[in-house]
């Protein structure tokens, strides 16, 4: 099993900075690749950027240049800056990880709230 639990989340003004982290335990040797998804009120889940076990990343091309995706292997963490925020940015973010056998794990969420 593989926990995750995100943290971060707040309500910041159009053009400010967040950053979430993601914090994984249990048999995190399994994990290889992770994401950042986020799903705003009436719409669905979709991917925000994601970073492979070689560290490799993939960004929607919503957050391009806004945000980055990083990963710090000996805190066990992945976390999401988010820079020059935008009301559409306002989302529930989620933590996921793909282990080596094929199976997903999910994070409970952060609020991201984007408004003056």
Not at 2 to 31: H, K
Not at 55 to 62: E, F, L, P
Not at 94 to 99: E, I, Q
Request: hydrophobic share 35%.
């Amino acid at each position: 099993q593989v926990q995750l639990v995100e943290s971060g989340g707040d309500l910041v003004q159009p053009g400010g900075s967040l950053r979430l982290s993601c914090a994984a335990s249990g048999i995190i040797f399994r994990i290889n690749d992770m994401g950042w998804y986020r799903q705003a009120p009436g719409k669905e889940r979709e991917l925000v950027a994601a970073i492979t076990s070689g560290g490799a990343t993939n960004y929607a091309d919503s957050v391009k240049g806004r945000f980055t995706i990083s990963r710090d292997y000996a805190k066990n963490t992945m976390y999401l800056q988010m820079n020059s925020l935008k009301p559409e940015d306002t989302a529930i973010y989620y933590c996921n990880a793909d282990t080596i056998y094929g199976t997903h794990y999910w994070g409970k969420g952060t609020l991201v709230t984007v408004s003056s």
